[in-house]
């Protein structure tokens, strides 16, 4: 990757490093004073005095320079810093060691000033405090940043080319990055002193008022500085007080201040009270109620406070069994679904439980809480102002949370600044360990390349098959090259591990060779049918400009040739179809000109594993075609080795008009998350042609099986949607909207038929072997291999039995969100296995068990075995086991609200509530739940505390930018 230097100064040093972590874009860009708007006192949003923000194509180069210096030392530096005692016996370890770290950060400098002069004079030092920083050597990194701080001198050459409020932010950044490296390792008192002695240089310029933002941004710092670690009495005790302090003025308080204050008292420290007299749990709980409702009843004096703040007040109210006034709160709330007036309140879940239990209500408290990047307070609920759930600089979707072979939690994601490719956690208490130096990823079960900008410019293996059985695996890495203009090139490869072998498979090149001869084979047939005319530009001297002339296909093979060799685009479209193909010594003007507008470039869009063993990887190599559209698929067969070694390319079919594009149509489990609930041994793709639609089905080798053309009908739902072995099927939708039908494919059997009719069904969702159809009157079962109606049995009631329709009511909305298969004694003591499904209707939530096979007396029966209410629209669920129960997120907000929140139900299988934690942010909340045994000393088990005994854990994002964990059981 080249660095392109430009002639720095104080400009572009201010520049480079305030884009990476800056308070808000508008400072950087704005045209008119930005010293108006440090602060961001537009109020548009209020942030932490420095905070990332996601970049976009226009503005990463800015700051990548800086990124790409970061890793690059870190990776040139050694392991450890060894010494040589012998040669010096008068000399201390320490000394001796810090001796041969200078020498070492000194060679590592002198080779990259070779090559980068103006760079490594420039941003060297910054880029070595966040090397030591990602290392975990604190006292380093925290003496580099101070250092770097005090050099800035605003009378100095350079900083007199910036503007006159620049210097002094660009001194308050490097102390507030060292305020964040104190925080993310536990220590807040330490990174208050720092948000505090930024805030006091950066209000040495600017108006008044801007002050006074600042100040208050760097309250909110030092506050939420406690809000991560261990969620104990200590850390209670102090958030309060820092929020309290923000909130001190509640006139001059903005509403999304005083809902971040709220958040963190109700969410973070839930069930931890202030006081610090109280010994019993039961007391606790009751004591943080209290005092949560003597803070929203200070803030809801001020009218402004009441739009979101009414929300928080209702549910504390009816978290104390206070049903009227939390009835009459609640009728304030502007949302659709928060009032019915055929319910009592959508809180009553709540309001029964405080009434019935016997000790207190069951809140269910953070264990610890762990944050890697600043808070973000917004009232924008919009990408381009704010990403409130960010957690690193680059994460996965989903972030795949799990316990590694180190004993570690982990996931995908990573940081730029600091350099950490993988971020490991005790997963007893949350604190960051250093497991590598320097630090390494494990494979991602996400591509890192779905986007394109700085922050994937780091190879990242991606985990696309595993069989732990043959002890076999195959990693994606993708090697995205940095171009003059800001242009991403990718390389694909493929990893195979095994005992026996280990190989890379080069696709690109792969690739490239297939397409070549894919489109000399295509275009050659075209043009002796007479289908394809070659046409090419020729340039008029006494004219001064380009006119077309017919051409042979000899010369567009020859200049085809030219643009492979070369490694230009050589599509079919820019060679064949489009005739100002400019050719010989004008087009490498051209391309010197402008080189990033003809490379040949791969994109990968997708990633579906289905059948035993088979992956395919869509792509998008032709540049006619939408980025994100399809026209290469890949299958990769990785039932051995010889066969993953011979890859199947399938290229769409181009001709006249728009370029041609598979769109998947029955993507079983893909490794871009969303749960599983299909298990298929085909997968089909469709590709419109004009008015017909055209549906190929793959084997598990990648061989087509079945190729169908129908004509488009736009009053259909859709073909062939869902799979289920190697049947495909989809809902269809008549004309006239009143009757439908499930209409399916049986691939082996070569076989179509329809199943029974449907009186106006509206939407269909597949949970492994079982079809959910939503009609206007019913929910209707059907068993995915047979197409017949399913019973369904009730646990609490084993007489009653559904023939094959349920819930005999219009719904609005039906959803499967989580699966598991399970194994149960059957009544004859024999063990059967069991999908377990977590299914939602409207507002209900049903935890569902039905058999993986079918009986010879025909379908299995699904059987209901927990029915709960929740009252709200549920958005995730998770299923942990027969003891601990389920989880489910429920909101009663719309999605545009500004105060967006979600909050975490715990049941158990029999329906009983058996833990609450308000005021989640948005998911998804990448759940995680696993059963520890506890940390082991050298002695015995350790059990004198909470965070090291062993029980079920569970992980997850709290939508508040932060990776959290609670303790179930």
């Keep these: 990757?080249?660095?392109?230097?430009?002639?720095?100064?104080?400009?572009?040093?201010?520049?480079?490093?305030?884009?990476?972590?800056?308070?808000?874009?508008?400072?950087?860009?704005?045209?008119?004073?930005?010293?108006?708007?440090?602060?961001?006192?537009?109020?548009?949003?209020?942030?932490?005095?420095?905070?990332?923000?996601?970049?976009?194509?226009?503005?990463?180069?800015?700051?990548?320079?800086?990124?790409?210096?970061?890793?690059?030392?870190?990776?040139?530096?050694?392991?450890?810093?060894?010494?040589?005692?012998?040669?010096?016996?008068?000399?201390?370890?320490?000394?001796?060691?810090?001796?041969?770290?200078?020498?070492?950060?000194?060679?590592?400098?002198?080779?990259?000033?070779?090559?980068?002069?103006?760079?490594?004079?420039?941003?060297?030092?910054?880029?070595?405090a966040y090397v030591w920083w990602g290392r975990g050597q604190l006292?380093?990194?925290?003496?580099?940043?101070?250092?770097?701080?005090?050099?800035?001198?605003?009378?100095?050459?350079?900083?007199?080319?910036?503007?006159?409020?620049?210097?002094?932010?660009?001194?308050?950044?490097?102390?507030?990055?060292?305020?964040?490296?104190?925080?993310?390792?536990?220590?807040?008192?330490?990174?208050?002193?720092?948000?505090?002695?930024?805030?006091?240089?950066?209000?040495?310029?600017?108006?008044?008022?801007?002050?006074?933002?600042?100040?208050?941004?760097?309250?909110?710092?030092?506050?939420?500085?406690?809000?991560?670690?261990?969620?104990?009495?200590?850390?209670?005790?102090?958030?309060?007080?820092?929020?309290?302090?923000?909130?001190?003025?509640?006139?001059?308080?903005?509403?999304?201040?005083?809902?971040?204050?709220?958040?963190?008292?109700?969410?973070?420290?839930?069930?931890?009270?202030?006081?610090?007299?109280?010994?019993?749990?039961?007391?606790?709980?009751?004591?943080?109620?209290?005092?949560?409702?003597?803070?929203?009843?200070?803030?809801?004096?001020?009218?402004?406070?009441?739009?979101?703040?009414?929300?928080?007040?209702?549910?504390?109210?009816?978290?104390?069994?206070?049903?009227?006034?939390?009835?009459?709160?609640?009728?304030?709330?502007?949302?659709?679904?928060?009032?019915?007036?055929?319910?009592?309140?959508?809180l009553q879940p709540l309001i029964d439980v405080s009434r019935t239990q016997t000790t207190c209500f069951p809140v269910l408290s953070m264990l610890w809480r762990r944050q890697c990047s600043y808070p973000i307070v917004s009232k924008k609920n919009s990408f381009y102002y704010i990403c409130v759930n960010v957690l690193a600089d680059r994460q996965g979707e989903p972030l795949n949370l799990h316990i590694n072979d180190e004993g570690y939690l982990t996931g995908d994601l990573y940081l730029n600044l600091p350099s950490m490719r993988g971020l490991h956690l005790d997963p007893y208490n949350g604190s960051v360990c250093i497991v590598h130096t320097p630090s390494i990823s494990e494979p991602w079960q996400q591509s890192p390349c779905k986007h394109y900008g700085i922050e994937e410019l780091l190879p990242m293996p991606c985990c696309i098959y595993s069989d732990a059985k043959r002890h076999v695996s195959a990693n994606l890495v993708t090697v995205q090259q940095l171009e003059r203009n800001c242009y991403f090139n990718q390389s694909f490869y493929v990893q195979w591990k095994s005992p026996e072998h280990f190989h890379h498979l080069n696709l690109r090149k792969i690739i490239r060779q297939r397409l070549k001869e894919h489109i000399l084979k295509q275009a050659r047939e075209c043009y002796d049918s007479g289908e394809l005319t070659l046409k090419k530009l020729v340039y008029d001297d006494s004219k001064g400009r380009d006119h077309c002339e017919k051409s042979s296909f000899e010369e567009k093979k020859k200049k085809f040739d030219e643009h492979y060799e070369r490694g230009w685009d050589f599509s079919y479209s820019h060679i064949f179809q489009d005739y100002p193909c400019i050719c010989g010594e004008r087009i490498k003007a051209k391309l010197n000109k402008y080189p990033v507008k003809a490379k040949f470039d791969i994109r990968l869009n997708n990633v579906a594993r289905y059948g035993k063993a088979t992956v395919v990887l869509m792509l998008n190599v032709s540049h006619k075609n939408w980025i994100q559209s399809n026209d290469t698929l890949v299958f990769l067969d990785m039932s051995s080795f010889e066969a993953f070694c011979k890859p199947v390319i399938h290229f769409v079919e181009h001709g006249k008009g728009t370029a041609r594009v598979f769109e998947p149509t029955t993507i079983p489990s893909t490794v871009y998350g969303g749960p599983s609930h299909q298990d298929v041994n085909v997968i089909g793709f469709v590709t419109p042609d004009g008015r017909n639609t055209v549906v190929t089905v793959f084997d598990e080798f990648g061989t087509v099986v079945k190729t169908s053309s129908e004509a488009r009908n736009a009053n259909n739902s859709c073909i062939l949607t869902h799979g289920v072995g190697s049947t495909l099927f989809g809902l269809v939708i008549d004309k006239d909207e009143e009757m439908g039908r499930i209409e399916a494919l049986d691939v082996k059997k070569n076989t179509r038929w329809n199943s029974v009719d449907l009186f106006q069904p509206k939407e269909m969702v597949v949970g492994h072997n079982t079809i959910f159809v939503q009609t206007l009157t019913a929910l209707v079962l059907l068993d995915a291999p047979t197409l017949l109606q399913t019973d369904v049995t009730f646990s609490n009631a084993k007489d009653e039995v559904s023939d094959g329709q349920w819930l005999n009511k219009e719904l609005q909305a039906i959803n499967v969100l989580a699966s598991k298969k399970i194994t149960r004694l059957d009544l004859s003591g024999k063990e059967v296995e069991l999908y377990r499904i977590i299914f939602t209707a409207d507002t209900k939530v049903y935890l569902l068990d039905r058999p993986c096979q079918n009986s010879d007396e025909g379908p299995s029966h699904l059987n209901v075995v927990t029915e709960v209410d929740v009252r709200g629209i549920v958005t995730e669920a998770c299923y942990i086991s027969e003891e601990v129960g389920f989880v489910v997120t429920v909101t009663l907000n719309e999605k545009a609200d500004s105060c967006y929140r979600e909050h975490l139900y715990w049941y158990s299988n029999h329906g009983d509530l058996r833990g609450f934690l308000p005021f989640l942010g948005k998911g998804p909340h990448h759940f995680y739940s696993v059963h520890l045994c506890g940390k082991e000393t050298d002695t015995e088990m350790v059990t004198d505390t909470q965070t090291d005994t062993q029980g079920w854990y569970l992980y997850f994002t709290d939508g508040h930018g932060a990776i959290c964990c609670t303790k179930l059981l």
């Excluded at 970061?70 to 392991?79: A, E, F, G, K, W």
């Excluded at 001796?96 to 000033?113: G, P």
Aim: proline fraction near 4%.
């Design 139 to 346: 006292p380093q990194a925290s003496q580099m940043l101070y250092q770097a701080a005090k050099n800035i001198d605003p009378l100095s050459a350079d900083m007199k080319k910036m503007k006159s409020f620049e210097p002094y932010l660009l001194k308050a950044m490097y102390l507030n990055e060292a305020g964040l490296m104190y925080s993310m390792f536990g220590d807040p008192r330490a990174a208050a002193k720092c948000y505090h002695h930024a805030a006091d240089v950066s209000c040495s310029t600017g108006s008044l008022e801007s002050q006074e933002w600042l100040v208050l941004q760097s309250l909110i710092l030092t506050a939420a500085a406690w809000d991560q670690g261990l969620m104990d009495k200590k850390s209670a005790v102090n958030s309060c007080s820092g929020w309290n302090a923000v909130t001190a003025s509640p006139k001059d308080c903005p509403l999304e201040v005083a809902c971040a204050a709220m958040d963190a008292f109700l969410c973070f420290h839930a069930g931890m009270s202030t006081d610090p007299c109280i010994k019993s749990r039961e007391d606790e709980i009751r004591a943080w109620l209290y005092e949560a409702k003597a803070k929203l009843e200070n803030l809801l004096k001020i009218p402004s406070m009441s739009q979101s703040l009414n929300l928080h007040y209702a549910f504390v109210l009816a978290m104390l069994g206070l049903e009227s006034e939390s009835l009459h709160v609640l009728r304030r709330f502007p949302a659709r679904q928060i009032w019915d007036s055929t319910r009592s309140s959508v």
């Design 1 to 128: 990757m080249g660095i392109n230097e430009k002639d720095f100064c104080g400009k572009e040093i201010f520049s480079y490093f305030a884009n990476e972590r800056f308070i808000t874009e508008d400072v950087v860009q704005r045209k008119d004073n930005p010293s108006e708007h440090i602060g961001n006192v537009n109020r548009e949003t209020i942030r932490s005095l420095p905070v990332k923000y996601c970049s976009n194509g226009e503005t990463f180069s800015n700051h990548w320079h800086l990124v790409a210096l970061v890793h690059t030392i870190d990776l040139m530096l050694p392991v450890s810093f060894k010494h040589d005692s012998c040669s010096s016996p008068d000399i201390s370890d320490d000394v001796a060691i810090s001796r041969a770290r200078q020498t070492a950060v000194i060679k590592v400098k002198i080779a990259l000033k070779a090559r980068y002069p103006k760079l490594v004079e420039h941003l060297f030092d910054t880029a070595l």
